[in-house]
């Protein structure tokens, strides 16, 4: 892979963004050997880990803003689906992962280094919600470090169950 410039800012970040996701919406994947299309794949999940580990702090920066109300709308919720248009679904799945952000430092962290996919570091925050909060921090560390080393998401529910 070559060396990309990174963005000076925020708005040329989006803008980098916006340009590589047309240009892989617009790819011919049909044309790409079996082994592009796993790493175009793969690459797309660790994005969209990187991008949830972006978007909790944001959307907790808004929510504590109140920027839903500059916008006409009572919560961050019914902002996501009226202005940013994505469904019920979604919007809930966002605020997750903002609370992820706020609550589960290191399941974040997780997702910030692609260790874990967004899906894994939601399923774990529910499987450690239940765990004391002096405990918590430290027993998300061993699952992101376990998960790091190759551990699966059965490894993992074993090794959250035995630190429960």
Not at 5 to 23: H, I, K, Q, V, Y
Request: hydrophobic letters at 50%; proline letters at 3%; aromatic letters at 4%.
């Amino acid at each position: 892979m070559g060396a990309v410039a990174a963005p000076a800012n925020a708005t040329e970040a989006l803008a980098m963004l916006e340009a590589a996701s047309g240009f892989l919406a617009d790819l011919d994947a049909a044309s790409l050997p079996v082994q592009a299309q796993a790493d175009c794949l793969l690459g797309m999940e660790y994005v969209d880990a990187v991008m949830a580990a972006a978007r909790g702090p944001l959307l907790a920066a808004f929510d504590a803003q109140d920027g839903s109300v500059t916008y006409g709308q009572r919560t961050t919720r019914t902002w996501l689906v009226h202005t940013a248009r994505v469904t019920k679904a979604q919007a809930f799945e966002h605020r997750a992962v903002q609370q992820l952000a706020e609550q589960h430092r290191p399941l974040r962290q997780g997702l910030r280094d692609r260790a874990v996919t967004t899906s894994v570091a939601l399923q774990l925050a529910k499987w450690t919600k239940d765990i004391p909060e002096e405990f918590r921090v430290e027993a998300e560390e061993i699952l992101i470090t376990a998960a790091r080393a190759g551990a699966d998401l059965r490894a993992l529910a074993a090794i959250c169950a035995e630190i429960r």
